[in-house]
Structure formats: structure tokens, C-alpha cells
């Protein structure tokens, strides 16, 4: 089980490097974690706490999104739903948001960005899956 976690997380890091990078140096690009500091925001409201640093909200998102990506691909990734788990999660990022009630420009603003916010957990998934064959 620890093999199938090592390699989620492998992925889930692959993941936030490719979009951080890509993200920071390209426009009309995904910006993922605009939706996922939305999100954590909104929890954040209904329990009556805020995060007022946007490098803290930055931080504490980007660790919930490897911790979380990393056991959705260490769950679904390591076996044979690899390739699908990646493409059912890019296109639950795209369709998720505003159902509910987040921004979805940030992910799903043009073509582009949709096709990108795919390929990155389709990648994801690949680099789980990648890992995994080698350390099992």
C-alpha cells in the first residue's frame, strides 16, 4: 500500500510542478489554484476562520491539492483505471467549479485552458502510473 502512496504523490507533485511552472511563465494558461483557494475560502467561511496571508492561503491550497491529487492517483491511478483516472479527474476540475459555486474561468475560461487543465492530471496519472512500475 505505501508503493501505491509514494507514487500518488509522485504524481500529485508532477501535477503542481508542471502547472506552478507553466502557470508562472505563460499566459492564457489553467490557474488551478485560484479555484482551490475559492474553495478553501468558502470552507473556510463557514466555519468562521479566515486566512488572511495570500502566500498562507497559497500554501495551505497547494498542500491540500498534492495530498488530495496523491490519494486520488495512489487509489485509481496504480491500477488499471490509470488513463481514465487522470481524464475523469481534468475533466471533473473543468465541470466541478460551477456546480459548485466557484469561479470556473480560472480552469475553463477558453479551449485552451480546458484542453491544458485535462493534459495536466491526465499527466498526473501518467507519472503515478510510471512510478508505480517502477518501485512495485
Known sequence: ????????????????????????????????????????????????????????????????DVIGNGMYYATTATSGFNIASGLAMGLGA????????LDENPVAETTQKKVMTVAYYLFGAIVTKFIYDKIK
Do not use: C
Open 1 to 64: 500500500m505505501y508503493k501505491k502512496i509514494i507514487a500518488g504523490l509522485g504524481g500529485a507533485l508532477a501535477l503542481s510542478l508542471l502547472h506552478e511552472t507553466i502557470r508562472k511563465n505563460f499566459d492564457n494558461v489553467p490557474e488551478i489554484n485560484k479555484v482551490g483557494e475559492e474553495a478553501l475560502n468558502k470552507v473556510l467561511d463557514k466555519a468562521d476562520m479566515k486566512i488572511t496571508s495570500h502566500d498562507q492561503l497559497y500554501a495551505a491550497t497547494l498542500a491540500g
Open 94 to 101: 473543468l465541470a466541478l467549479p460551477g456546480k459548485v459555486g
